[in-house]
């Protein structure tokens, strides 16, 4: 025990560039605007069914999977 203490007590700790608050902020951050891309994406696929429907009936497309 002697030696983990003296050894943990001669280990020079460097210095961060920021305060550590910065970190979480910057991770706060991204969080903020990845959760922002995927909430514009909501509901994509139902802004388009009036197009999918139209193009099944004209293609002849069975059960949304192509028809081939």
Do not use: C
Request: overall charge neutral; charged content about 10%; cysteine-free.
């Amino acid at each position: 025990m002697l030696f983990v203490t003296a050894v943990l007590a001669e280990v020079e700790h460097a210095q961060l560039p920021v305060p550590t608050w910065v970190y979480g902020l910057v991770a706060l951050i991204i969080f903020a605007a990845l959760g922002f891309v995927l909430w514009s994406f909501r509901d994509v696929a139902n802004r388009h069914s009036a197009k999918a429907a139209a193009y099944a009936a004209a293609h002849g497309a069975t059960a949304g999977h192509g028809g081939h």
